[in-house]
């Protein structure tokens, strides 16, 4: 009869194989909304900490669901807010440095907020999504164009 490694050894090794994945191919996931108010505006943010207007969200916590951590967010960096349930529309990928964002990217329709500045976002504004402004950051355009059905969607941010 053969003997069996016992399972505690077996889950050691595991969670050193996950360990050292992470370590040469680390991931973050976030999750972004692309919030849309009655008048078919959405909602772009200039953060505090990077150029451009985007999309507001953030990162997703250990174990945390998506689609709470993207609330968890808007509360954050928003303040009050009110909107339809969250819809995913899709996941994204993209390269940053040597690691890699995966993205889970929400629309939130009939928003209202009453913003104030604050550490992340110094100012949001509601945009025309066929017409947004220059300082507009491309992944967003891309988000935007899909939004509006002028763009195949794509994996890519």
Aim: net charge positive; charged share 20%.
């Amino acid at each position: 009869m053969k003997s069996r490694t016992p399972s505690w050894v077996g889950q050691f090794a595991f969670s050193c194989l996950m360990a050292g994945k992470a370590l040469l191919s680390p991931t973050a996931f976030g999750a972004h909304g692309l919030l849309v108010n009655r008048e078919g505006k959405v909602l772009l943010a200039r953060h505090t900490y990077m150029r451009g207007l985007s999309l507001v969200g953030g990162g997703v916590g250990r174990g945390e669901p998506p689609e709470q951590a993207l609330l968890r967010e808007l509360r954050e960096e928003l303040g009050p807010f009110r909107a339809d349930s969250p819809v995913l529309i899709g996941i994204y990928t993209r390269r940053s440095g040597w690691a890699t964002n995966v993205i889970a990217l929400y629309r939130l329709t009939n928003v209202e907020v009453d913003f104030r500045p604050n550490r992340e976002i110094s100012e949001i504004v509601f945009v025309d999504p066929a017409d947004p402004p220059p300082e507009t950051t491309a992944g967003v355009r891309r988000r935007l164009a899909e939004h509006l059905g002028k763009a195949p969607p794509s994996p890519f941010w």
